[in-house]
């Protein structure tokens, strides 16, 4: 097979040229597998299985289905509140929930649909649904990331690993991060198909290798087919997890909310009436954030991390604070305070407090040149 020039068309069907498209940087001479049509089918079948969920199942099958997905609980939360809803519920109601109506044997949508167009379906759509319904939901670690490209996944319970070919998510993870997910492997190609909204922090492997032998020292061993008869204990596993995470983040915004406050009481310019806000949701890591930001205060080196950054258990930054200098905006006495706002990043949020409104448009433009569609503003004050 003759060498694709780097100049060419992607063989992949981007329409780009190959060194913009699927030319990895790390070998020149490799393409990525071609998780495109993979993609592709996804989109075409979901759609077309969501809308017989509800002409088959109607609004009540659904608030059913729902239900059992999420362990029968009292306090059944509103999907439409859930980010769980669009994600690995949809993948788990469309490939494995399973239904029947009088003495018909019960059948998930997708093995139901698979069956009534045979091969009248496009051979990629055939495998897609064939190899997703053989796809239990696991337990998986990143064990590896290829930066912009793929992230290498063990299976915690099934003896596994797949190179999973995700550009974004190889950006935002972190090496020992949990995901509870299907990974939809076929021929060279592997995607994530229903992951859950929320990465685990790795210390919670140890719950999740104890539920691990407990369940081997039962059932004698796992295979596909036990991770298909234990579905609904490690859902629970993952809601309880969940819900651990969601208090544990509540009480650090409470914390970080009385830190934030205090550091704008003593930022006199900030918190003055003259003063304005900025606030932005970010899709990407604390870190790269504040690396696109890091020339909004000169004074920070290369290598350099701001005095109030916080790291998690992976030593990652968490939370950081830090001015906004220009350069040449140095302090001319002590009772001049020469920052022209302070800055605040944690987690996914960005607020920017600004000592001059009419410094507001500026700050505007820095971020979008910097961080483009990595910010979404939320909100401006002032």
Request: aromatic fraction near 8%; hydrophobic fraction near 35%; include cysteine.
């Amino acid at each position: 097979m003759s060498k694709i020039n780097r100049n060419a068309p992607c063989p992949c069907g981007s329409g780009l040229k190959f060194k913009k498209c699927c030319l990895v940087k790390n070998d020149l001479g490799q393409a990525r597998p071609p998780v495109e049509p993979l993609r592709k089918a996804e989109e075409e079948l979901f759609h077309i299985l969501f809308q017989q969920a509800q002409n088959q199942l109607g609004p009540e099958g659904i608030t059913e289905a729902w239900r059992v997905f999420c362990g029968s609980r009292e306090d059944l939360p509103d999907p439409q509140s859930q980010p769980e809803a669009n994600t690995c519920f949809l993948s788990w109601l469309l490939l494995h929930w399973q239904t029947g109506a009088g003495e018909q044997p019960l059948e998930s949508l997708a093995g139901r649909y698979r069956r009534r167009m045979g091969h009248r379906l496009p051979i990629m759509q055939r495998r897609f649904l064939d190899e997703a319904c053989r796809q239990p939901f696991s337990f998986f670690v990143v064990s590896d990331l290829n930066p912009g490209i793929s992230i290498t996944l063990r299976d915690l319970f099934w003896p596994r690993e797949l190179e999973v070919f995700e550009q974004k998510a190889s950006t935002l993870l972190s090496r020992g991060n949990l995901l509870y997910t299907q990974v939809l492997p076929i021929d060279n190609a592997a995607i994530l198909l229903g992951c859950a909204p929320f990465a685990i922090p790795d210390a919670y492997q140890v719950r999740l290798i104890e539920v691990r032998d407990a369940m081997q020292k039962n059932l004698g061993g796992i295979d596909r087919n036990t991770l298909f008869a234990m579905a609904d204990r490690l859902r629970s596993c993952y809601f309880e997890i969940r819900s651990e995470m969601q208090k544990l983040d509540e009480e650090q915004e409470n914390s970080a909310g009385d830190t934030v406050a205090t550091a704008q009481q003593e930022t006199s310019p900030v918190t003055s009436g003259n003063g304005a806000r900025l606030a932005y949701r970010l899709d990407c890591t604390v870190r790269e954030a504040f690396e696109a930001l890091r020339t909004l205060s000169w004074k920070l080196g290369d290598d350099e991390l701001p005095p109030d950054t916080e790291v998690n258990e992976q030593g990652q930054p968490r939370r950081m604070a830090f001015p906004w200098l220009e350069k040449g905006n140095r302090k001319p006495s002590a009772a001049d305070n020469p920052e022209l706002g302070r800055i605040f990043i944690e987690g996914d949020r960005l607020t920017i407090q600004i000592a001059d409104s009419e410094q507001k448009d500026s700050m505007l433009r820095k971020l979008s040149r910097r961080l483009g569609k990595q910010a979404t503003l939320l909100e401006t004050v002032g």
